[in-house]
Antibody, heavy 123, light 110 residues
Framework: EVQLVESGGGLVQPGRSLRLSCAAS????????MHWVRQAPGKGLEWVSG????????GYADSVKGRFTISRDNAKNSLYLQMNSLRAEDTALYYC????????????????WGQGTLVTVSS | QSVLTQPPSASGTPGQRVTISCSGS????????VYWYQQLPGTAPKLLIY???QRPSGVPDRFSGSKSGTSASLAISGLRSEDEADYYC???????????FGGGTKLTVL
């Protein structure tokens, strides 16, 4: 059974940093792309970032480019999102999602999602 | 403002058939597959339809998807109370090199 467990969320002041983690199990982690998707309170889904199986291909939404960094550690079956220069509009539930294939683009899709970790940016 | 456009709400009575539309452009729906996700209240999204019209194992055949040009639709037949949820369409956008989502449709079973 695929399991994705996010952690690292919390309350942070504007301009500060936070690092999210996602622990994966139930599948061969290093075969698949991974994604971060967020959902602001009461709003819809927004894709944040994706990373290929070997970290060789990475993409970001324009809204986070230059501030967020996605990474993975295949030896630890873990996905990360380093979030710097946080803004109030980054407040959201952040989901980790598994890709259906090795690359995060249209060759695959997002097939399993974790339960999310809440990030609140406020002074 | 979402790249893909969905109606904010839809409703139906038990047993009815409802459809939810998703409108995009040539750079997303027009040139790539469409996916649908179901988000029950307080839970994570779940893949409902992949590659326009394919159902993952475990998804009832009451759910079906279709695509034509730059638009797609999700149909739910034999509506049940447990279908009350938010539904999102998604597609890869070639121009943005991003995954894009619709704004979501809240389905109410009356």
């Amino acid at each position: 059974e695929v399991q994705l467990v996010e952690s690292g969320g919390g309350l942070v002041q504007p301009g500060r940093s936070l690092r999210l983690s996602c622990a994966a199990s139930g599948f061969t982690f290093d075969d698949y792309a991974m994604h971060w998707v967020r959902q602001a309170p009461g709003k819809g889904l927004e894709w944040v970032s994706g990373i290929s199986w070997n970290s060789g291909s990475i993409g970001y939404a324009d809204s986070v480019k230059g501030r967020f960094t996605i990474s993975r550690d295949n030896a630890k079956n873990s996905l990360y999102l380093q979030m710097n220069s946080l803004r109030a509009e980054d407040t959201a539930l952040y989901y980790c999602a598994k890709g259906s294939r090795g690359y995060y683009d249209s060759s695959g899709y997002l097939d399993y999602w974790g339960q999310g970790t809440l990030v609140t940016v406020s002074s | 403002q979402s790249v893909l456009t969905q109606p904010p709400s839809a409703s139906g009575t038990p047993g009815q058939r409802v459809t939810i539309s998703c409108s995009g452009s040539s750079s997303n729906i027009g040139s790539n597959y469409v996916y649908w996700y179901q988000q029950l209240p307080g839970t994570a999204p779940k893949l409902l339809i992949y590659r326009n019209n394919q159902r993952p194992s475990g998804v009832p055949d009451r759910f079906s998807g279709s695509k034509s040009g730059t638009s797609a639709s999700l149909a739910i037949s034999g509506l049940r109370s447990e279908d009350e949820a938010d539904y999102y369409c998604a597609a890869w956008d070639d121009s943005l090199s991003n995954w894009v989502f619709g704004g979501g449709t809240k389905l109410t079973v009356l």
